[in-house]
């Protein structure tokens, strides 16, 4: 953020970005490295995304009976990508926001579901039982924790939205940075405590509550909802 601020103030001009950053201050050949690393970053998300995007999409497939057309390898994934760039292809920048927001709205109702179900039906005792606690993987966790809160795109957005005003920089990305976390923790909790018992490490446990095993049709249908709608605004 104060990077962002500084070339900010010495360039006036506002929404430079990551890219931008890395040239201004790396010197040529470091900001070479730093590019390509950011491309790969992005690239390795996008895969992620259009992947499990492309078996959220077989599911739906399979629950309207198309298992014919769900079970064929990779056609998910092909639909899912084919259908989000013609969308963000064809569409204005006007109709995508509105979209987005829609889907936010809908992502937001589909994730408080999650947790008012889910909350339920957990064994939070089991999940907070100290023979379930792996405290070495910790730091295994940080670079998706990290990665999650996407800082790499944020931050200098938030710079030229706040047009550089450090004290409401600072507030924005406090907040910004809790309320997601409080979220990360809820939906952890929620996905965590309703697997427990199974075999976590041979199972998806999203997978699981996917298939409405044991918790029911609902609190699955909710999980796909949420898991699709959650990668499709981050695209």
């Known amino acids: ?9 010495q360039s006036g001009k506002p929404g430079q970005g990551m890219l ?31 992947a499990q995007g492309g078996v959220n999409l077989d ?15 990779g056609i998910g994934q092909v639909l899912f990508a084919g ?23 809908v992502l937001g109702a589909a994730f408080l579901g999650i947790v008012v179900l889910g909350a339920t039906t957990a064994d939070f005792a089991s999940l907070v039982d100290i023979s379930n606690q792996h405290p070495e993987n910790v730091a295994n966790a940080f670079p998706i924790i990290f990665l ?10 938030v710079v030229k939205q706040l047009e550089g005003d450090r004290k409401k920089i600072k507030q924005a990305i406090v ?3 809790t309320l997601p976390t409080l979220m990360f923790v809820a ?8 697997v427990q018992g ?22 699955g249908n909710l999980v796909s909802t949420f898991s699709s709608l959650a990668i499709v605004t981050s695209l």
């Open 59 to 73: 599911g739906g497939l399979s629950g309207l009976g198309l298992d014919g057309i769900g079970n064929v390898p």
């Open 148 to 157: 999650s809160l996407v800082y790499q795109n944020i931050v200098p957005t």
């Open 187 to 194: 939906w952890n909790a929620v996905v965590l405590g309703n």
């Open 83 to 105: 259908t989000c760039g013609l969308g963000l292809y064809a569409a204005s920048p006007s109709l995508v926001e509105k979209a987005n927001s829609l889907f936010v709205l």
């Open 20 to 50: 931008d950053l890395y040239a201004q201050t790396l010197g040529p050949v470091w900001s070479k490295i730093g590019s390509v690393a950011y491309f790969f970053l992005h690239y390795a998300l996008m895969v992620a995304y259009i």
């Open 1 to 9: 953020a104060e990077l962002s601020i500084n070339r900010l103030g």
């Open 175 to 177: 907040i910004g940075t």
């Open 198 to 219: 199974s075999d976590l490490a041979n199972v998806d446990p999203m997978a699981l509550l996917q298939s409405g095993e044991g918790r029911g049709p609902l609190l």
